[in-house]
């Protein structure tokens, strides 16, 4: 049986305050219409300490081709490794998909590590892409395919795929489970689904908005009720993450999948990632008491800034003000709020910044259950309103996959920020993590306790913008390094 082997590139340094990786989703999902003609061997650098050895383990025998998934910055670099080892053991072709490929796939398949690029979503498009790679026929009549001919890249757009619940299910068991299995505050074992696909949102700075066709689509309750059912009896998974974009488009369909999990008696927690504002004030005090009582104990929500003006150039369709009404609906029901923040946009001020932080500091006053992600730096995606801008402004756009690959979650490379604006981002990057009540991704006791004792003076910075001597930063790396040296150790009985 001819094999085809898939990598999981690393991320960045962030992933080491996960308790557990993301399981490949992505590589899942364009396995899963293959697995009955074709072996299937996923190398994952995350949870792989010797993947190199795997991979070149891989390599040996009949290797039809080596996908490679990535999403734009320092994932990149760590997929053009595995590449070049790809290139020098075999002769399969490489191929490039997720998201950074699918906004630049023209420059992705320039790259001489790159063969093919499988553009947008490949549950279709690359199980045919192998399939006329077995036959001998050109895999370029499939929609979605990219490659370079007489020195141009050529390709055609895939047709979006709206009916997710003809889609095979996903082939858990090429994969070893265990690893991808967390645990949440609690100690309860966790473990990520994805329910829909997409966004019908349109912030500027969104890859969504980037596409053609970026309509929500969500699989069919039932389809998602009975993979949960699977993971808890098979996997003892008792807490969920859910990764959509945007989970609550359709609250019908989002209280048949609660009224689902509260008729099978769970008794599970889960937190939603994709979550709206606007979509908060729409529902009912039903509907909320329904999410209550289905589990739900956290919503993650796009906060993005405290200032209006911003929000407004953001097109988040949302006001300050409506923020704070969500706020005090899921603080009443008793769910916790995970506020995700952007910033570094074209014409913001001191001021725009002060805002953010006086609503930092305004929403986690004296409530344990508000916590924030790191203040992320705008990345212009391609495609987006916020790209245009930032290439109108004078962006020095990279002209290679290595030059993507510096794109990072605490760096402002933006081309109208001065260098003392870029510094003071960089350095407020993970201040409304640590101000929250508790540092999510920390589990120690110990290190819990130095934060707690470090709070007030961060929340007295934060208030006055001050961010010199950026301890926080560098500790959080110290702690990650730390992390990641334990990883790639050998498990300890209890951890076993």
């Not at 859910?242 to 989970?247: K, M, Q, R, T």
């Not at 981002?425 to 004792?453: D, G, M, N, W």
């Not at 992390?483 to 300890?492: I, K, L, V, Y």
Request: hydrophobic share 40%; glycine share 6%; charged share 25%.
């Amino acid at each position: 049986m001819k094999r085809i082997v898939l990598i999981q590139p690393r991320a960045g340094y962030l992933e080491s305050f996960q308790s557990a990786p993301l399981h490949p989703l992505a590589l899942l999902s364009v396995s899963a219409a293959l697995i009955d003609g074709y072996e299937i061997r996923i190398v994952d650098q995350r949870v792989d300490p010797r993947w190199m050895a795997s991979l070149a383990d891989a390599l040996q025998g009949d290797v039809l081709c080596v996908g490679v998934t990535s999403m734009t910055g320092p994932q990149i670099s760590h997929g053009l490794q595995a590449s070049r080892i790809v290139r020098e053991a075999t002769r399969a072709p490489i191929v490039w998909g997720g998201v950074h490929p699918s906004v630049l796939p023209a420059q992705t398949v320039a790259h001489p590590l790159v063969d093919f690029v499988v553009e947008g979503e490949g549950d279709l498009a690359f199980p045919e892409m192998v399939r006329a790679l077995d036959r001998g026929t050109d895999p370029m009549e499939v929609p979605g395919v990219w490659t370079v001919r007489s020195g141009d890249a050529i390709g055609a757009r895939a047709a979006t795929i709206l009916d997710l619940g003809a889609l095979p299910p996903l082939p858990y068991d090429i994969i070893d489970m265990e690893p991808y299995i967390g645990r949440d505050l609690n100690g309860r074992r966790r473990f990520s689904i994805k329910t829909s696909r997409g966004c019908p949102c349109r912030c500027y700075f969104c890859h969504q908005t980037g596409k053609k066709d970026n309509r929500w689509r969500a699989r069919p309750a039932a389809h998602v009720l009975d993979e949960m059912e699977w993971l808890i009896r098979d996997h003892g998974i008792e807490s969920f993450q859910i990764l959509d974009d945007n989970f609550f488009v359709d609250l019908a369909r989002a209280e048949e999948l609660l009224r689902g999990i509260v008729s099978r008696d769970w008794r599970i927690a889960y937190v939603v990632n994709g979550s709206r504002v606007r979509d908060i004030l729409r529902m009912s005090d039903d509907l909320l008491r329904l999410l209550a009582r289905s589990g739900c104990v956290e919503m993650q929500i796009g906060l993005e800034s405290g200032s209006q003006r911003m929000l407004d150039h953001m097109r988040k369709d949302q006001t300050v003000e409506q923020l704070r009404d969500a706020n005090a609906r899921l603080k009443l029901h008793g769910i916790a709020r995970y506020y995700e923040l952007v910033s570094g946009h074209r014409g913001e001020t001191i001021e725009d910044l002060r805002a953010t932080a006086r609503l930092i500091l305004e929403l986690s006053a004296d409530d344990p259950h508000v916590f924030f992600s790191p203040l992320e730096n705008l990345t212009p995606y391609p495609g987006t309103e916020a790209y245009r801008q930032a290439v109108e402004a004078g962006m020095n756009i990279p002209e290679n996959l290595e030059g993507w690959s510096q794109y990072g979650w605490d760096r402002a490379l933006l081309p109208w920020m001065d260098r003392g604006r870029r510094r003071m981002l960089e350095r407020f990057h993970l201040f409304p993590t640590v101000i929250s009540a508790r540092v999510k991704t920390e589990r120690s006791r110990v290190i819990q306790a130095l934060f707690k004792l470090y709070r007030p003076l961060a929340r007295f910075r934060v208030r006055h913008l001050i961010f010199a001597l950026p301890l926080e930063l560098i500790l959080f790396r110290i702690a990650a390094a730390m992390r990641g040296r334990a990883r790639a150790s050998p498990a300890r009985p209890e951890e076993v």
